[in-house]
């Protein structure tokens, strides 16, 4: 079958098997961004937006996205300039080996258009579903606060 | 001290030379690199934890539409090796085979499936039929060397395993003095028995390669692993290609804490790449990832500690047992750890014992865990001296510190266990473990906590401390390389084996360049792990990269630093003793003249002395100097559920002079954070059958941000003259003291001693339900 779909503001027609993975159909479409890790909904790793929510691709069927706009990493640098959400996180040091930094990034940018003063608590509950093996969380959570800074325009 | 200076671009918080192009989310994972008609490989593996195989039926698999290849222990070459990426020759046991006619545990590689879709590939794969002829298994480790207990590794031609016909794979036993004589004339005599369950890795990269033919014929690895250069090595081994056949690259890697320092998927899809020429694929499911890699080794040790009245530690002993599993991947030398690296923090002792055996079981295969048998051994050892505490009535905190090791001392133990061969001997350069813990106890108010009356309800606090120490690089055998060379805007390319899997290595390295060349950090270009370009390194392990690694390039740019002064002194008429070195600029300290960098590695290249600057360095360790560190916890136990909340963990860590702090400590928060999970929910488990059952993030439970506690990480100003820049390692010792702290804290909250860990709510309710608290 064939869906449309708009990622990144770019239209795309595809032909996909029905029980295709919106994972699976983006990674092939070349946004490399998506990472597959657990592949069952466990760890966040996958998320992409759906309309500017937060979804996990791996367990998204991409036949019920047909017509929808996704927003991936590959985004949300425009002119390869980093997005301040990206900047903090590596000022922060909130990325080690960066596997979950995708995910990662996208669900602290639909929480943070909600919540632009987030404090540790509201952190740590908007983003549990996105696992990290590396930081521990401690600079993640600095990063997430960087960010809100910058995104509402005061310096660090 | 005298080295100590200001510097500019070390110890300075530079942001990671790939982080841009990883957060923009650039193709830069082995995964996200397309190679068009690629062939997806998918492995059949043994449902039974022990069988021989009878026979193998492809025949229906090979109907299915896409399926191109099917290969089993009979496509594949023989060779026995080791999975394990060590040293050459490796301390582990040669008892690996690529596909065997045996399986050992629920997981064993049986078939390789090779099909143009990977879901044609699954599809194939559970349709081969393979008839076992089930054998008993060995389920429990400490039933493995019983009389009559089913032999493991019955096969020809293994090499190096202890005692096969006992499945003992290693054994190590050695004494400073005699111990049992020193115990008996002790005041105090505490011996307890500690067990501690395996770990996961759980990394969020799965394990994945591809191997292609690129246009010359030569076979191409690119893959997540920790030891490219090994991987080379054991390739060429066991398919018998020439190393110069053979080119391996490591992209970025998401994460490995030790689980990618052994060849787990490169065999297979080489094997699909040798037979069909195509280029294959594989990326491991996280079942796999779980099941049929490595784990850490389980272990139980029996620990006895000796002291006077007085509270020195006379004799110390510790008597173990680990489960290697089907296979004997890092066996004698993770063993080895859990002594080397524990029993040199308490050097004041008469006596001292470490022995025991590692033993198979029909259980996943054991291997390299940060920490790598030390956070095994100190649960026993920091555990056992705090119970002595109590029977003296000491401050467990005090009785350590009083025992430590300290600057300027030493410990035989240094010189007597190195890893799988002796060690080195060594005197301790730099140890601030004085000021970790000085800092540490304010922190949690150790002194107002530790002796606080019990106030009575359902909930009640305690805290607990743990001491601990690794080291820097496998002394002496460990070798790192790197090289430098210029550019005509004087940047420097840097190209170094050493193997950054997210930890910061390659931005750390390009620090001590820019340090030492005066240069800012984007002037250099760093290129790292592949076999082809980059110089040796033994990859990303023992703490080794900082310490091995960073000479090898620190040394590699004093060398090219040299060559730039002779050239600028040529240039500038002027003697090379009188040019120095300084902000991208060659100088004449007699009279200022200068010249920048890039005019005159441009004039060597077309018109002035023509010459390419490069230098290389080689760089292995004479010593291995330890990292120390004070954790500090504060637990809240909740009497009705036996829940535990760890309410503050503070670690300290003395790791030299960190070249880039912000990375240092998030290598301590993380593997903080690992300790904290392993200590209390990260729990495997498996069925009657020995099939693990928490295998996936929904069974084993790793913290999520909702775990995540007060954490609180710092290091303390330290400086190892013989590290780069006075750089020691950090990555490993962070997950060594989590366990025992949280050991130490239940028991001085609830007066309950676990001795199993990981400490689950149901273990400390029943004791808390025993003991009537």
């Not at chain 2, 499945?167 to 011996?191: L, R």
């Not at chain 2, 510190?401 to 133990?413: C, L």
């Amino acid at each position: 079958m064939k869906i449309k779909l708009t990622v990144n503001k770019k239209a795309h027609e595809v032909q996909i098997d029905p029980g295709e993975m919106l994972l699976d159909v983006l990674r092939r479409l070349g946004y490399k961004s998506v990472r597959r890790s657990c592949d069952s909904a466990s760890c966040g790793n996958c998320t992409v937006l759906l309309e500017g929510k937060p979804i996990l691709s791996c367990i998204t069927f991409a036949a019920s996205v047909d017509n929808c706009s996704i927003e991936t990493v590959e985004g949300l640098s425009e002119k390869e300039e980093l997005h301040p959400i990206q900047e903090a996180i590596l000022e922060t040091g909130g990325s080690q080996c960066g596997y979950c930094i995708s995910g990662l990034t996208l669900t602290i940018k639909s929480f943070l258009a909600e919540n632009p003063d987030p404090d540790d608590e509201e952190i740590k509950k908007a983003l549990v579903g996105n696992l990290c093996r590396c930081t521990g969380y401690e600079s993640q959570i600095k990063a997430v606060k960087l960010a809100a800074k910058k995104l509402r325009g005061e310096k660090r | 001290m005298s080295e100590r200076k200001k510097f500019n671009y070390v110890n300075k918080n530079e942001i990671k030379v790939d982080g841009p192009s990883i957060l923009k989310g650039k193709p830069v994972y082995t995964d996200d690199f397309d190679f068009p008609g690629a062939l997806h490989v998918v492995l059949v593996r043994s449902t039974y934890p022990h069988a021989r195989i009878k026979s193998i039926d492809k025949e229906k698999a090979l109907k299915v539409p896409g399926v191109v290849e099917i290969l089993t222990y009979e496509d594949v070459p023989q060779k026995i090796f080791t999975k394990a990426g060590q040293g050459y020759p490796e301390p582990s046991p040669y008892d690996s085979f690529i596909l065997s006619k045996k399986v050992r545990y629920v997981g064993d590689p049986v078939a390789i499936v090779a099909a143009e879709t990977v879901n044609a590939a699954r599809i194939a794969a559970s349709k081969v039929n393979v008839e076992y002829e089930k054998l008993e298994p060995v389920l429990d480790f400490k039933k493995a060397t019983k009389d009559g207990a089913p032999v493991i590794h019955d096969e020809e031609g293994t090499k190096d395993i202890y005692d096969p016909s006992r499945n003992i794979a290693s054994h190590y036993e050695m004494e400073v003095g005699n111990t049992d004589e020193v115990m008996e004339k002790c005041d105090y005599v505490v011996e307890k028995t500690y067990h501690i369950n395996t770990q996961l890795h759980a990394m969020m990269e799965p394990h994945v390669s591809i191997s292609y033919y690129d246009a010359n014929g030569r076979l191409v690895v690119i893959t997540s692993t920790q030891v490219p250069f090994h991987t080379r090595r054991i390739l060429s081994m066991i398919f018998d290609i020439p190393i110069r056949k053979i080119r391996v690259i490591k992209p970025r890697i998401g994460g490995g804490f030790g689980g990618k320092q052994a060849v787990h998927v490169e065999p297979y899809v080489i094997a699909v790449t040798l037979k069909t020429g195509r280029p294959a694929r594989m990326i491991f499911e996280r079942p796999e990832v779980s099941m049929a890699t490595n784990i850490r080794h389980e272990m139980e040790f029996k620990a006895t500690v000796g002291a006077s009245k007085d509270g020195t530690i006379k004799a110390l002993s510790l008597d173990g047992l680990s489960n290697t599993g089907a296979y004997g991947e890092h066996a004698l030398t993770v063993f080895m750890v859990a002594g080397s690296k524990t029993l040199p923090l308490y050097n004041k002792v008469e006596a001292v014992r470490f022995r025991g055996d590692v033993v198979y079981t029909n259980l996943p295969p054991a291997g390299a865990y940060r920490g790598y048998g030390a956070p095994q051994g100190l649960f026993a050892l920091d555990c056992v001296i705090d119970e002595l505490a109590h029977e003296l009535e000491a401050d467990p905190l005090e009785l350590k510190r009083k025992n430590a090791i300290k600057e300027g001392e030493t410990s035989p133990i240094f010189k007597i266990m190195g890893e799988g061969t002796e060690g080195v001997e060594q005197i301790v350069r730099s140890c601030k473990l004085d000021e970790c813990i000085e800092k540490g106890k304010k922190i949690i108010k150790w002194d107002e906590k530790i002796n606080h009356k019990k106030e009575p309800g359902k909930k009640v606090r305690g805290v607990g401390c743990a001491l601990a120490m690794q080291g820097s690089g496998i002394a002496k055998v460990d070798m790192g390389a790197a090289s430098v060379k210029v550019n005509e805007d004087g940047s420097v390319n840097l190209h170094l084996g050493a193997t950054d899997l997210g930890t910061g290595s390659d931005t750390i390295m390009a620090q001590i360049v820019a340090e030492t060349l005066d240069i800012p950090v984007e002037k250099v270009i760093v290129y790292s792990s592949d076999t082809d370009m980059t110089p040796f390194d033994v990859g990303a392990y023992a703490s080794s990269t900082t310490y091995v690694s960073g000479n090898a390039v620190k040394n590699a740019a004093e060398k090219l630093k040299n060559r730039i002064k002779e050239k600028a002194a040529h240039y500038l008429n002027t003697d090379v003793d009188n040019i120095e070195v300084k902000n991208q600029h060659a100088l004449n300290k007699e009279n200022g003249e200068k010249i920048s960098f890039s005019d005159l590695f441009t004039k060597l290249f077309y018109t002035f002395e023509q010459e390419q600057l490069m230098a290389s360095a080689s760089y292995v360790g004479n010593e291995s100097p330890p990292p120390y560190l004070a954790t500090f916890a504060e637990v809240e136990v909740d009497l009705e559920t036996g829940k535990v909340d760890v309410l503050k963990i503070v670690s300290v860590a003395d790791c030299g002079m960190p070249i880039n702090p912000i990375q240092a400590r998030g290598q301590l928060e993380g593997a903080t954070m690992q300790g904290l999970g392993w200590a209390l929910y990260e729990d495997v488990k498996y069925d009657g059958r020995g099939r693990m059952l928490t295998n996936d993030f929904f069974t084993y439970k790793i913290p999520s941000r909702m775990d995540y506690v007060n954490m609180e990480c710092y290091l303390v100003d330290s400086y190892e003259p013989s590290g780069p820049f006075g750089a020691k390692s950090i990555a490993e010792i962070g997950i060594d003291t989590p366990v025992p702290a949280i050991a130490n804290a239940i028991y001085n909250a609830t007066g309950i001693r676990l001795r199993e860990a990981p400490f689950s709510s149901e273990k400390l309710l029943m004791e808390i339900l025993k003991n009537e608290i």
